[in-house]
């Protein structure tokens, strides 16, 4: 085996469970797909399109991301979130 390729291999074993991060939080798939999105700075309407939901449901999910990450807003939302990602350990 090459350098190389045991390099990506010892990588792909280092790498944590892509969910990690929502399970600290103990949030929700749909709750982490809604942070993902307001993270990117989509709006309410456009979470609901994106995801196939109403507004309203998309305010409900909020409010439950706000208690388990301990905010206020949308903007701490996505920095609480986004931080935690990137102290997430690679090795």
Do not use: C
């Amino acid at each position: 085996m090459s350098a190389d390729i045991a390099r990506l291999v010892v990588q792909a074993f280092h790498r944590p469970p892509a969910n990690k991060n929502s399970e600290a939080f103990k949030l929700s798939k749909r709750e982490t797909e809604i942070v993902e999105l307001v993270a990117k700075g989509l709006a309410n309407k456009e979470i609901a399109a994106e995801l196939h939901i109403s507004v309203e449901t998309v305010r409900v999910h909020l409010k439950h991301i706000y208690e388990k990450l301990h905010v206020r807003s949308r903007t701490e939302a996505a920095m609480k979130y986004r931080d935690s990602l990137e102290r997430q350990p690679w090795d």
